[in-house]
């Protein structure tokens, strides 16, 4: 790359405009568009021909589909992982630069101050710390394969220094070798993203200083359709057994995330075996955090997707067994209220004593800048962190986090172990020692069993609430952990399926605290109902289920909500009833109505929260009050001032404003396609120009956050989260294999044509196929690559 080359990729890299590069450098927009496909198609690694590595002791195949998804076929595990890290380099190098350096505090180094407060989490919470911990204590089997994997992206990251990722030369920097530790840490930031959520406490905490405790607090703090249960009453025994002491599995440690999964036994499948779909719900993005892989060797033969830098498969199927996985969302973390000694600062209550707190001092090196020095406070409770918070759910009082992933944990051999189970039984018992996150899987194997496992360690409470505790108050301390045996379990459910959306685990007379915080019950209830109205299914009927874009809320409210909109003598609230009267509850492209309640109901629940709250806490309370919000439209009155049809018609007035402007008058053409599109943004994309160039999506999309076919949205109503990842499993598949669908692509390579190759499937809601057969694996193949020993 020459002088020129890099200038201007720094410069765009910084946030200049392409028009000034332009200017300065004598460019016209097409020569500058013909430069940049240049730049990013040149740097697309080939995949095919043959390559040597000395970390090899055998041949390693990796034969790449149509989409670009590698089938790596290898004959020793060593060389299988090896395989794994090398197409994953291949494909998504700077990506696994960018997720070590979120994990271990080492962001801003290269992005500069906009990575500061995602370093500071990672120190306050100490994930590259417990990372090391964990590493020393994983099995060495897990240890080699963590080893192995490591070697295959350092291979293919030292082949490619000369030609790295356009990202590395946009910022200007150069990828350091990875190590196992990166990986463990990679997986530790993970396991934060899904459990720690500090606001999901804050905010009740927040509610319950304004509203006081009563009927009031209890219904701003109650869910939708929080009767849906997982497991239903009668399936688990009433009694406790066995309460596992924290210490003895985690030592002494200093919501829309979700997801879909269900499974159905062979009566209930068209072709005689279980069937098993899942989707994963998480931040869209032009890469995803998903990788699909087709693994065989001697001891593992799987198909799925892992998470990246990470190596197993989180979901997916081998010959004998399939399973999918869901968020259960049971409290693994506290906040706790501290009481610090105003004599001995650094000194805070626990019982009748002071205890002294660590302080750790850190030091973040920031591009561009002079580097921030950070003191974290650790009590007995765990570290400070109010700065955490968003600023504001903060207050005058410390508050700090107890959080279960600080411990010991090794999923990651609970995953290297699920993908060679033969059946749901032997699945279950690989997930033995799953630590964190909490999960919900379930599973079908080829002897016609399925099954539901929650995992994850819950910390057992004498007292269970959503806001903070006394920190000084030994009643609210952890006792113990729920038991693996005791986690809610079906095993071949009377009722031919199972099913989970990050709804209720377990009815409220589980024997156990669940300690729950969970998402609306309405997935839940769709799939339960989709499951019941039919017979028997398809893998085709598995993909429609997927695009389900009915609204259970809209269902539930409209036929109070219409009859109070009729009342009105507003032209403009009659018409927008009139329509909402015609619409059947469907989120789909094409509809009106979609468009009018979506709007209305973020503007109804916003005009709630503002009765009781005000400032900026308002955005954050009404996001949290929707089951409060749905109760209301079915009543007279709000509880409050004004009067609730007031309110309703206000805030629908308010939504009818939005409308026109973003719109135009013609409440016909108000589709909610034209509003709610996929947002596939790049992780550069605040930067400039950069955006446009590496972003994807802009297409119209169905459904919303609370519909099967998820896709929630951000402020602008653009769709920002959602089901990033889709795939189904028939076990009668012969020979076996997976059906699956990215929202994204297979690569992370801006000049690829696998960046964002699989969104027009995925909007059409069709899979491709993965077969767990090498020999239908080489034939597919669109490119192959040989490693050799050398």
Known sequence: ???????????????????????????????????WTAQTTSRVPSMEGTRTASDLSGKVEIARDEWGVPHILAETDDDLFFGYGYATAQDRLWQLDYYRRKARGRLSEVIGPSGIEIDTVSHTIGLECTAQENLARFPEKTKRRLQA?????????????SNLPIEFDLLGYEPHEWTPLDSVATWQEFRWYLTG????????????????????????????????????????????????????????????????????????????????????????????????VHLSGPDINVAGAGYV????????????????????ICSQRDIYREQEDPDRPGHFRFDDEWRPAKNETVEIAVKGEDARTITITR??????????LPEPLRTTDKVSARWLGTGFGDEITCMLDLAAAGNCDEAKEALRDWIVPTWSYVFGDVEGHIGYQAVGRIPIREQWNREYRPGWDPAHQWRGLIPYDALPALSDPAEGYARSANNRTAPEDYPYPLSGTWSSGHRALRIRQMLEEQEQFSREDFARMQTDTLSMRAVEVLPSL????????????LEAAGFLDEWNGRMDVDEVGASIFELFFAEFTTAVAAERFSGDVVPLVAGAISGYAVRLLGNDETG?????????????????????????????????????????NHLLSDRGDLSDLLKRGGQPVGGNGITVSNTGFDPNYLAS??????????????????????????????????????????????????????????AQAAHTLTLSPG
């Open 562 to 573: 219409v009859e109070t909109l009729k009342r009105s003598s507003d032209p403009r609230v």
């Open 309 to 328: 830098g990470v190596p197993g498969v989180v979901f997916g199927r081998n010959e004998t067994l399939a399973w999918g996985v869901t968020n259960n």
């Open 721 to 778: 989260i959602g089901a990033n990842w889709r795939h189904n499993a028939d076990l009668a598949d012969d020979p076996p294999g997976l059906w699956a669908v990215d929202a994204t692509g297979q690569s992370g390579h801006p000049g690829s044509l696998h960046y964002g190759d699989q969104l027009t499937e995925w909007l059409a809601g069709r899979h491709h196929y993965l077969p767990l057969d090498n020999e239908r694996a080489r």
């Open 149 to 161: 994997y490591t070697d295959g992206i350092n291979a293919f990251m030292e082949e490619s220094r």
């Open 1 to 35: 790359m020459n002088k020129t080359d890099k200038d201007l990729l720094l410069r765009l890299g910084a946030g200049d405009s392409i028009k000034a590069i332009c200017e300065d450098a004598g460019l016209t927009r097409a020569e500058f568009d013909q430069w």
């Open 379 to 388: 009590t007995h409770n765990g570290p400070i962190v109010d700065e955490l």
């Open 197 to 292: 959520r500090l606001p999901i406490i804050a905010i009740p905490d927040l509610a319950k200083r304004t509203l006081g405790e009563g009927a009031l607090l209890d219904d701003f703090i109650t869910g939708e359709a929080e009767d849906e249960s997982i497991v239903p009453k009668g399936s688990y025994s009433p009694s406790r057994t066995g309460e596992v002491p924290v210490g003895e599995v985690v030592g002494d440690p200093d919501e829309g995330i979700g997801s879909n999964n269900w499974v159905v036994s062979g009566s209930k499948s068209t072709s005689g075996a279980p069937m098993v779909a899942s989707d994963p719900h998480i931040a869209f993005g032009a890469v995803s955090c998903w990788y699909e």
């Open 640 to 680: 409050g001032s004004p009067p609730r049809n007031e309110t309703v018609v206000t805030s629908m007035l308010r939504a009818i404003d939005i409308l026109t402007e973003r719109l135009g008058p013609e409440m016909a053409e108000w589709r909610w396609g034209r509003i709610h599109k996929i947002a596939l």
